[in-house]
């Protein structure tokens, strides 16, 4: 019992223990497509200047980010600037200025607009706007009888086709339907006018133009860099880098970019090395892509479920022994156990940053309930006579707990530490969310590209690891069983 | 007149509201054999715990070779008592020799002294050496009960406590076993303190019987004394009843 327990201990030095090697500079992105590419950009243009980058990528939403920028997780993100002003600072009419000094309150900076907006905009079939003359949004008035089909949330929202069609004056009726079928919807004519956002791959692959919003009815979304202020000091090539960047890329071009990774499947690395002039790194295959994450994911599974262990364990052993204070900790890590798991995540953010450490402290929090219950089961299910003749015999409390009352609860307990990893394998899926890596990042990847494959290559390997799991704590647990034990059971 | 190594004084034990033990007086004579026996009930396995710490009087006091026994004087004195309990109480995860040495290493005996011991006492018990090595699942009744002596026995203690040891086991081994007992007992000298519900084992047993019924000690002394002298007709009622094989002629 105590040699498996030195043996996690062992384990767990020798996961943590390597220390990181010195980075330059990290950047973030948000989850999807178009930050990813951005993210990547910024990595080759850093490797074309000779700073070496690490990229975090799809840590989550706006406020993931945002939070991981001012704790100094990450150094710089791309971000929008409709976004940082209403979202973020909450003041949506700032000037430049004023954003500018509010960043530098929290230690951050901005960059000029990286030469793009991606905002709310109409679009239309090349052929049939220049058929019509139409290039703008006023344009629009002058042909009544132009179907609209616009996207259900658009068509709702107040800054949306309510707000547009006053500020514009559109005569025309506009039914709703689903974003992705809108475009098969312009292709067959079925609809002449649909929302888009102005850098959606799909814009030049269907062969579409972005109406030009004359009254600057949309909000500014220009697409920046921000930045934490210190890389001044710790890293300034790579401020450099970003500086670079700015009015470098025009919405055409996004879109190109956009449609290169969604439409034809190309790495964003690649993608963002073309774009920047350098040489993509080696995209890594399959199969070695495969054994990294499952040595991401075993890293959260393992030492999670080893912190859990020496803390779920010893918890355990109190609730058996003061049922009254037990009653109030298996109550408690039962209320953890039935928090929504990709809250907990989140929660984690603020306590521990993003990346691998939040993840293992929610799956930690998860795995301590299975645990304590079950090592608090398996010694209060010792039939009393037993824990009788062990006190009488004069055996000290510390003889009694691991010669006697831990190893006729083994079976029991071990059943516990097995429903935590299952589960932690399942879970740690989601620790891709925080920039944790492992079995969950191409299964979010494969969902934001729409890409089945790429779901599997995370989900099947996640699926066996559960299975190979389960049987190992199974074998494990036969060959941990005392023979007496189970000669007991089979008589 | 033997000195008394137990002494209960004014015991009394409470078990939600109904006394399990009321305001008991007792001695138990060194060296001797005294069997506790009464009906279902009456509190003599009460009383038998409350010797070795496994309960505790919620009134007066136990004594234990003139030390009040106490919690932490506990561990020292339950290592000069020697405890089995019906089937023998062993663990089922340890073998034998397991079972029987696990106190012994864990106060630092030497492999050699504890090999010796379990030699000794395995011949004192009629326990075939062969079983040392097997597991509880694997033993027999009859040979479980001689595990449980043979671990109480390990440390030699100067006292032995037996409750209802024989009580699980077919007629012919609980008779051989009898016999064994009351020889051993005599042979080693040490005071043993029994639970019985059976009046013609105790008689077999014991020098002394202690006879309870709802939870007060009704007559102490030896069968002879209870039979001929009975302090009330309830020690004469549970005295006599036994059938026999003229019964039934």
């Given amino acids: ?491 | 007149m033997p000195m008394s190594i137990f002494s209960l004084q004014r015991v009394t034990r409470r078990y939600g509201s109904a006394e399990a033990l009321d305001a008991v007086d007792l001695e138990i004579d060194q060296g001797r054999t005294t069997a506790l026996i009464g009906p279902s009930g009456a509190g003599k396995s009460s009383v038998l715990r409350m010797l070795i710490g496994l309960e505790w009087p919620d009134a007066g006091e136990v004594r234990f070779d003139g030390q009040p026994l106490e919690r932490d004087t506990l561990l020292a004195q339950r290592r000069r008592i020697g405890y089995v309990i019906q089937e023998g109480g062993l663990f089922p995860h340890l073998s034998v020799r397991d079972n029987a040495a696990l106190l012994a290493r864990t106060l630092g005996w030497s492999k050699d002294r504890i090999a010796q011991r379990l030699e000794e006492l395995a011949a004192l018990c009629q326990l075939p050496p062969d079983l040392l090595a097997r597991f509880p699942a694997e033993l027999s009744g009859g040979q479980r009960q001689r595990v449980g002596l043979v671990r109480a026995l390990m440390l030699d203690p100067p006292v032995l406590l037996l409750d209802e040891p024989l009580g699980a086991l077919d007629p012919i081994v609980r008779h051989e076993l009898q016999t064994q007992m009351r020889t051993l007992f005599a042979q080693l000298g040490k005071t043993v303190v029994l639970v019985t519900h059976d009046v013609a084992e105790a008689a077999y047993l014991a020098d002394t019987l202690v006879l309870m019924r709802d939870g007060r000690v009704l007559q102490q002394g030896t069968a002879r004394d209870l039979v001929d002298t009975p302090v009330d007709e309830f020690v004469t009622a549970f005295m006599t009843a036994q059938r026999t094989l003229e019964d039934a002629a």
């Fill in chain 1, 1 to 491: 019992m105590r040699r498996v327990l030195w043996g996690w201990v062992l384990l767990l030095t020798a996961l943590v223990g390597p220390a990181r090697a010195a980075e330059q500079a990290t950047v973030g992105s948000k989850n999807f497509t178009e930050a990813v590419i951005l993210g990547e950009i910024a990595v080759a243009q850093g490797r074309k200047a000779g700073v070496e980058v690490t990229h975090k990528r799809q840590l989550g939403g706006t406020r993931i980010l945002w939070r991981a920028l001012e704790e100094g997780d990450i150094d710089a993100y791309a971000e929008y600037t409709g976004t940082l002003k209403q979202e973020l600072l909450q003041q949506p009419d700032a000037s430049d200025a004023q954003v500018a000094a509010a960043l530098a309150r929290r230690g951050l900076g901005i960059t000029r607009s990286l030469g793009f907006q991606n905002t709310y905009a109409f679009g239309m079939r090349q052929t049939r706007a220049q058929a019509l003359g139409i290039r703008t949004l006023s344009d629009l008035t002058a042909h009544p009888s132009l179907k609209l089909g616009l996207s259900n949330e658009f068509l709702q929202r107040a800054d949306g086709w309510p707000g547009v069609r006053k500020a514009y004056g559109l005569p025309q009726q506009a039914n709703g339907l689903d974003h992705d079928l809108a475009y098969r919807a312009l292709q067959s004519g079925a609809i002449d006018v649909t929302d888009l956002y102005s850098t959606d791959a799909e814009i030049p692959y269907y062969h579409l133009v972005v109406l030009d919003d004359d009254r600057h009815f949309f909000p500014d979304y220009q697409a920046v860099f921000l930045y934490r202020l210190d890389l001044a000091q710790r890293a300034p090539e790579f401020l450099q880098v970003l500086k670079k960047l700015q009015g470098r890329i025009d919405a055409d071009t996004m879109r190109h970019l956009n449609a290169q990774v969604k439409l034809e499947h190309h790495g964003e690395a690649q993608v963002a090395a073309q774009f920047v002039g350098v040489t993509a790194p080696q995209g890594s295959g399959r199969a070695a892509r495969i054994l990294r994450r499952t040595g991401e994911h075993l890293a959260l599974v393992g030492i999670s479920l080893g912190c859990a262990l020496l803390v779920a364990l010893p918890l355990g052993v109190f609730a058996a022994r003061r049922p009254r204070l037990g009653q109030i900790v298996l109550s408690l890590t039962g209320v953890l156990q039935t928090l929504p798991s990709l809250a907990v995540f989140v929660f984690m953010i603020p306590l521990f940053g993003i990346g691998a450490r939040p993840a293992i402290a929610a799956l930690f929090l998860y795995s301590l309930l299975p645990i304590v219950r079950n090592t608090h089961a398996g010694l209060t299910g010792i039939p009393r006579d037993l824990r009788e003749t062990a006190a009488a015999l004069g055996l000290p409390p510390r003889t009694r707990l691991w010669r006697v009352e831990l190893p006729l609860a083994l079976r029991t307990l071990l059943a516990g530490v097995k429903t935590a990893a299952v589960i932690n394998v399942g879970t740690a899926t989601l620790g891709a969310l925080i920039g944790a890596g492992g079995y969950g990042q191409p299964i979010l990847t494969g969902i934001r590209l729409d890409n089945l494959g790429m779901i599997l290559e995370g989900a099947v390997p996640a699926a066996v690891l559960a299975l190979v799991v389960q049987g190992g704590f199974e074998v494990f647990e036969r060959v941990m069983t005392p023979r007496g034990l189970r000669l007991a059971a089979r008589a």
